[in-house]
């Protein structure tokens, strides 16, 4: 199923399209309210850009000394060339220490692995610890957003599913009571956890540790108390110096949430007294890439979701409708490097507006990234029928001046003379909620030789 056939399900629940909207747009406000105290915004974004820069051109260098650092500092680094080398690694340790239920927290690498359907599949518990995250875990579904994981829900279907689930009180839907009700829950299974896993938002080269921000304060909990600790990380969270954490972290939480600062920001650098830690490389197409010149920088990506919460496409169509664990903007310029045939369309589903370049914080030119994929998806013989066909009718009219006046003319009379069902009816997409301009009797270019070259 296209992009465009989920997003027409997704749009069929009116209400829930109108308020998803909104949500992200107030999220999105308050990431412009948040930068607007900040002056130096744009130069901040550009050093972010700048260092990411360096750090794609000196990738192995810096992965090769943070191994080195963080093995120092007792730290075992395992690497893993795709998704199916990272879960075997990961189930390996856990084998190696017996542990059958983990604790999981922060980690969108994971998701794209397939890691909870693989572990449970070697009978392996996993407990998804962050709310939004435990909350599609429960409804067997992916997430819709990177930071905001069950944003397509309302709080009256969290109180059904924690009533069914957690034994709530039925129809409770109050958010404070739901929370209360899933620490509690969380709490035995923290407890009862022998290995935590988490994600990495940053790794830094300089001294071997990784760090992970997060609100909740569960990753922390995780880690601390389970022996075993193990995190995960694509190839492309390194950064080179500690110093260069601060621009990052003023970065990532404004354009996240409109934060200044994540809750916490934890650093890790070696294994607890008597415990152990790892961390878990994961390259996954990642070097493939990199070694796209149009589309590398693509992997600057500080996985913030500003670019979804702007996007017109994204807040209307909802997060499913991308079937990709990253979607968004973004994700539709990450996901034709995996499966181009798969994903191709993806690379149709924006507006080309350009908001997703304006809002990421590391300057990533998503929406001309978009617009390269079109080409190759059509160069490459991807592109269906329904839009093939169109697209080399207007082609052909756009290179030809008298065809093109002539169809304009045509299409004018047509419009202005044909009944209304010949232009709105169940096969014209665009007229079920649009209703066109009035047709004006001359095109733009014979109004602008009679006004502003008049005859002599
Ligand atoms: S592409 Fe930019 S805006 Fe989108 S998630 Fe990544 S860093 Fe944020």
């Not at 397509?152 to 279907?157: C, D, G, I, M, R």
């Not at 958010?175 to 009862?192: N, S, W």
């Not at 994204?314 to 997060?319: A, L």
Request: glycine share 8%; with cysteine.
């Amino acid at each position: 199923m296209t992009h465009a056939r989920r997003a027409a399900k997704f749009l069929l629940d009116e209400a829930r399209t109108d308020w998803h909207d909104a949500s992200l747009w107030h999220v999105r406000s308050k990431r412009d309210g948040s930068i607007s105290g900040i002056p130096e915004w744009e130069s901040l974004r550009q050093l972010g850009s700048d260092i990411k820069d360096n750090v794609l051109s000196n990738l192995d260098a810096y992965l090769e000394e943070f191994e080195e650092r963080a093995t120092a500092n007792g730290v075992i680094v395992h690497w893993a060339t795709d998704a199916e080398e990272h879960n075997r690694i990961v189930h390996g340790i856990l084998q190696h220490h017996g542990v059958d239920r983990i604790v999981k927290s922060k980690s969108m690498l994971t998701e794209e692995c397939g890691l909870n359907d693989y572990l449970e599949t070697q009978g392996v518990e996993v407990v998804d610890t962050d709310l939004g995250e435990r909350i599609i875990q429960l409804r067997s579904e992916p997430p819709s957003h990177i930071v905001m994981p069950a944003i397509h829900l309302k709080k009256e279907e969290i109180g059904a599913l924690f009533h069914e689930k957690l034994g709530t009180e039925p129809g409770a839907s109050d958010p404070q009571y739901l929370t209360e009700a899933a620490r509690q829950h969380l709490r035995e299974k923290f407890l009862a956890a022998r290995a935590a896993i988490t994600g990495v938002n940053f790794a830094i080269a300089e001294t071997g540790g990784i760090v992970v921000c997060t609100n909740e304060g569960n990753a922390d909990m995780g880690v601390h108390l389970a022996p075993v600790q193990i995190h995960c990380m694509g190839i492309e969270k390194i950064i080179p110096r500690a110093e260069h954490l601060g621009v990052f972290t003023r970065l990532l939480a404004r354009s996240a949430t409109g934060q200044p600062v994540t809750i916490y920001t934890s650093h890790h650098h070696r294994p607890k007294p008597g415990g152990e830690m790892h961390v878990v490389i994961v390259d996954n197409g990642r070097t493939t890439q990199l070694g796209r010149e149009d589309f590398r920088n693509s992997l600057k990506c500080i996985r913030c979701g500003a670019c979804m919460n702007t996007c017109p496409i994204y807040r209307r169509s909802g997060g499913h409708s991308y079937d990709y664990t990253i979607p968004g903007p973004i994700g539709s310029i990450l996901s034709p490097g995996i499966d181009l045939k798969k994903h191709g369309d993806l690379a149709f589903a924006s507006t080309l507006c350009g908001s997703c370049s304006d809002v990421c914080p590391v300057k990533i030119d998503i929406h001309e990234q978009l617009y390269k994929w079109r080409q190759i998806v059509s160069a490459e013989g991807h592109l269906g029928a329904a839009k093939r066909l169109p697209l080399l009718g207007a082609g052909t009219v756009l290179r030809h001046d008298t065809l093109y006046n002539f169809v304009g003319q045509a299409a004018r009379t047509a419009l202005r003379l044909a009944p209304r069902a010949a232009v709105y009816h169940r096969f014209n997409a665009w007229g079920e909620s649009r209703e066109l301009p009035e047709i004006p009797r001359e095109s733009f270019k014979q109004w602008y030789a009679r006004t502003q070259n008049p005859p002599a």
